[in-house]
């Protein structure tokens, strides 16, 4: 309303002072809460800084990696020239190795063709075309999210005019999965809603269900008839196997859900800045795949067209060549392996510091994060003092640790938290109303 | 939905970990035996109540929540290349896409952006996600490029620029933009105009209307009834102007008309909006091709405007474009940008790194930029030879008399021929020349030998079909 009151009180004003002034009501956005770690880690000087930020891997070094698989595929295509005559055929090739790799190749959806298979700008992209899709063909259903998820997840929904709710997947105690009160909120929700899983590696918990657990969540899934919708960001980084990464989807489609999964080869190709991802709905029939196609690029046409080709066209080659996927399989099960030493590293550092509080969920948590425990107040203390960056609900990208470093960021970790005690922490009981912070400053 | 299947979950109340961990193994389904149903009403028989186990509720359901999607009616541009694709007649020609060929009908990969990709390769840049915004390098050459490196409005700092998704993408950020931050406040389109133009600001929930555009009488502006609809929209609506080379007409306003419609854009309190899809395609000048956009920076209006790498560097395929706005200050101008970076955040998060690489390398190097020049004017050049030779061959071939001269006075890749839908369709039926129903063709997809059968082409059309 008041910015339509503005408009009115502007036309007072003299044609040529409104005419200069349109954008006075736009206010500065709120920051990203993880783009902005980046960029607070960018602005420091210090020598020791550590950026636990934005999951992008980084090698011991703490350096971005080409992985030598992305080297070859650049190689193999360099001097071919990529017109827009040959980008579709392209980005079909990339959708097929896609699907196969996430549903497996010898999957049924697969092999009848019974997927709708788009191209998009990374997991992003696929959420919200996902979501616009959602929104298009089911206006009144909602979305759930888990409680935590990506920050942007809830960006996506809420931009695509979707209404969303949450459900309960973290323990904070037990900094584990709240199975129980996950299952509950499953089977509270009306039939047919739409959830939102992460089939592993959860960001930013770090914490999966069991292979147990999946089934049992699929079976609920059923019995309500909720639809599934993947979001795919980390095949292969939390076993260091992409098929086995990709159990809970395939525990999924064994129960003959049609689900919708969202893939992202950001991490898993280090290929962050190409934007490269893919879309798939299961659908029962070629000829119902064909008409959700067809949908889903009309709404990519509106938002952007089509996707990039550069990106598609080094992803379509590695998958593609049977030489290049084999190096990319035993790079992308370095990379996870190099965080999994992280984590164990870490762990025993803190243990050697004489450490009291449990720190097994640096162990126990998958993937490329490690939902730390820590508070906001000590994030900020971290940054401050020590110029360690992470975002503000205690997720720190395992991704951003080397072995150079882990030791300082393990005493920075013990500095701060051994005059804190924070929810139910070592004795196993809630202190939560009794917590004691002692400021460090 | 699927109330029916409450009664399993009442009946079966142990359907909990209990019940599951006697049904070890895994349920291997085939999906022979499934069929689509879906009826509220309908009470699902392939539930078996009585069974609690896992193995019937497996065999149950496996409805489509998208059962009853129809296929999207085919993209009336892209689907005209598809089309051209399935013919197998080997005189076909294809003036659908707006996508620069050859004199031998190739597309073009232009030398500045191989040079620009080698050099890329060598360096063996990472592939880290850009920030929001884009690659800070090509946001500052593309604003530079658009109005001019020593203009008023970049030295004060007063651009927003985000890096985009090509034009499509670059738009969508503004139209949500305007959704946002002018609830209500309408966009006027020209007609005609692109088609994916009503696309966006649909999808983007931004309401529109058309203004007066194309006169078929003179097959030239109308400019009467621009002036006249412009006056009549809304105080405070954003007017969709093609900044050259107008995409599907060719005609542009003529620098006199231009100042004439500042001018009413400015009394009526609207907000220009330029999308520049074409810069160098117009003339072969990148700088007589921003005139249009600089008159209104010049005059100190707030504006936006949309760009495409897409056609002038040949990067299709790479998706690179940017939306500029121009303030009345540095700081509205960080504002609107923050704005734009949360707008895009939900939409892909950040935007694609190399076509973003190849622009600023190319536009950043003195010497690479002197060669992009050179090869503008060489595509823009072959594009005039064809308009002429066109010119020339219906001149001789149709004796009615009429005047073809539009096709000379047209700018830009496309010509519209005035040819209506079924006169178009002939040309395809029958003449294996596949072009957009509204009757334009892209010259850029025309070369020297063609000339003479398009020719035959468009006065059989124009004459004996109506």
Redesign the interface.
């Known amino acids: 309303m008041w910015?339509?009151q503005l408009?009115t009180t502007s036309?007072c004003f003299s044609?040529?002072i409104?005419?200069?002034?349109?954008?006075?009501?736009?206010?500065?956005?709120?920051k990203?809460p993880i783009?902005s770690v980046t960029e607070a880690f960018l602005a420091d000087t210090s020598p020791v800084k550590i950026n636990l930020g934005?999951g992008?891997y980084r090698d011991d070094e703490g350096k971005?990696v080409?992985l030598q698989c992305?080297?070859d595929a650049?190689a193999k295509i360099?001097g071919c020239?990529?017109?827009?005559?040959?980008?579709s055929a392209v980005s079909s090739k990339l959708v097929e190795e896609s699907v196969k790799l996430v549903y497996g190749k010898d999957s049924?959806?697969i092999k009848?063709g019974?997927y709708a298979g788009v191209q998009a700008?990374?997991?992003?992209?696929a959420c919200?075309l996902f979501a616009?899709f959602q929104k298009r063909?089911?206006p009144e259903s909602q979305i759930y999210l888990p409680n935590p998820t990506w920050s942007?997840h809830h960006?996506?929904w809420?931009?695509?005019q979707v209404q969303q709710n949450t459900f309960s997947y973290y323990h904070p105690d037990l900094k584990g999965l709240n199975f129980t009160a996950l299952m509950d909120d499953v089977?509270n929700a009306p039939?047919?809603s739409f959830f939102l899983l992460h089939p592993c590696a959860h960001n930013p918990t770090g914490v999966d269900p069991t292979e147990?657990q999946w089934?049992?969540i699929s079976?609920?899934f059923?019995?309500?008839?909720h639809?599934p919708f993947f979001d795919m960001a980390y095949q292969g980084f939390a076993s260091g196997d992409l098929d086995r990464d990709a159990l809970s989807i395939r525990i999924f489609?064994?129960?003959?859900h049609?689900l919708g999964c969202a893939q992202s080869f950001?991490k898993n190709m280090?290929?962050?800045?190409?934007?490269v991802g893919c879309l798939s709905?299961?659908?029962?029939?070629m000829k119902?795949a064909?008409?959700?196609k067809?949908?889903l690029?009309?709404?990519a046409?509106?938002?952007?067209?089509?996707?990039?080709?550069?990106?598609t066209s080094l992803v379509s080659t590695v998958l593609s060549d049977p030489d290049i996927k084999a190096l990319w399989v035993k790079e992308v099960k370095g990379m996870a392996n190099r965080i999994q030493t992280m984590r164990t590293n870490l762990q025993e550092s803190l243990w050697q510091l004489g450490s009291s509080l449990n720190w097994q969920h640096i162990t126990n948590q998958v993937g490329m994060f490690c939902f730390s425990g820590l508070t906001p107040k000590q994030v900020d203390w971290l940054a401050r003092e020590f110029h360690i960056y992470m975002t503000h609900d205690g997720r720190m990208s395992m991704a951003g640790v080397t072995t150079g470093n882990v030791n300082y960021l393990a005493n920075a970790i013990n500095e701060v938290t051994k005059y804190g005690v924070h929810t139910a922490q070592h004795l196993g009981t809630n202190l939560s109303s009794m917590s004691v912070f002692v400021h460090h400053s | 939905m699927a109330s029916s299947m409450l009664s399993l979950a009442s009946a079966s109340p142990s359907a909990s970990l209990s019940m599951h961990d006697t049904l070890k193994g895994k349920v291997r389904l085939g999906s022979g035996n499934l069929t689509a149903w879906f009826h509220k009403e309908k009470s699902n028989p392939f539930i078996n109540t009585k069974s609690s186990g896992r193995i019937s509720m497996a065999v149950a359901v496996n409805v489509s929540r998208f059962e009853g999607i129809t296929m999207a009616p085919p993209d009336p541009i892209l689907g005209v290349s598809e089309a051209f694709k399935a013919d197998n007649d080997e005189k076909k020609l294809n003036l659908g896409v707006g996508a620069y060929r050859t004199e031998e009908l190739q597309p073009y990969v232009l030398n500045v952006v191989k040079k620009a990709e080698n050099l890329m390769l060598e360096r063996g840049e990472y592939k880290e996600y850009l920030p929001i915004e884009g690659l800070a390098a090509f946001n500052k050459v593309t604003a530079e490029l658009l109005l001019g490196a020593d203009n008023t409005v970049i030295k004060q700092q007063r651009v927003a620029t985000v890096q985009g998704l090509s034009g499509t993408g670059s738009l969508r950020l503004a139209a949500a933009l305007i959704e946002r931050y002018f609830p209500g406040a309408k966009v006027l389109i020209s007609s005609p105009t692109w088609g994916n133009h009503k696309n966006i600001f649909n999808d983007a929930r931004v309401p529109w209307s058309e203004y007066r555009y194309y006169d078929p009488k003179t097959v030239g502006l109308d400019f009467e009834g621009m002036i006249a609809d412009l006056k009549a929209a809304p105080e405070g609506s954003f007017i969709l102007l093609h900044g050259c080379a107008h995409n599907p007409t060719g005609i542009d306003p003529t620098p006199e008309q231009w100042e004439k419609i500042a001018d009413v854009i400015q009394e009526k309190n609207h907000i220009p909006f330029f999308d520049v899809a074409y810069q160098g395609f117009a003339s072969g000048s990148l700088d007589a091709d921003a005139a249009s956009v600089r008159l209104f920076a010049a005059r100190g209006m707030e504006l936006l405007v949309a760009q495409s790498y897409s056609k002038n560097l040949g990067l299709y395929a790479e998706r690179i474009g940017a939306i500029n706005v121009i303030c009345s200050s540095v700081d509205a101008a960080a504002r609107v940008k923050s704005q734009l970076k949360r707008l895009a955040r939900p939409m892909y998060s950040n935007p694609p790194v190399h076509g973003a690489r190849i622009v600023a390398n190319v536009v950043g190097d003195p010497t690479l930029f002197d060669e992009w020049k050179a090869e503008m004017d060489m595509m823009a050049g072959r594009i005039k030879g064809v308009r002429q030779k066109l010119f020339d061959s219906l001149s001789a071939k149709d004796k009615s008399g009429k005047d073809w001269s539009f096709i000379l006075k047209q700018i830009g890749m496309f010509s519209f021929t005035g040819l209506n839908k079924a006169q178009s369709e002939n040309m395809t039926n029958k003449w294996h020349v596949y072009m957009t129903k509204d009757g334009r063709i892209s010259l850029a997809g025309l070369n020297l030998a063609k000339c003479e059968y398009l020719a035959d082409a468009i006065v059989d059309s124009y004459h004996n079909v109506s």
């Open positions: 910015r339509h408009m036309r044609t040529s409104r005419a200069l002034h349109w954008w006075d009501h736009v206010c500065p956005a709120p990203d783009t934005v992008a971005p080409i992305l080297r650049e360099a020239d990529f017109l827009e005559s040959i980008s049924d959806v009848e019974r700008l990374s997991g992003t992209g919200r616009e063909f089911h942007n960006n996506i809420r931009d695509a089977k039939d047919g147990e089934r049992e079976h609920q059923k019995v309500k008839n639809f489609l064994e129960d003959g049609l950001a280090g290929l962050y800045g190409h934007r709905v299961l659908c029962n029939d119902q064909v008409a959700i067809s949908q690029q009309k709404i046409r509106a938002m952007y067209s089509s996707p990039p080709v550069h990106g």
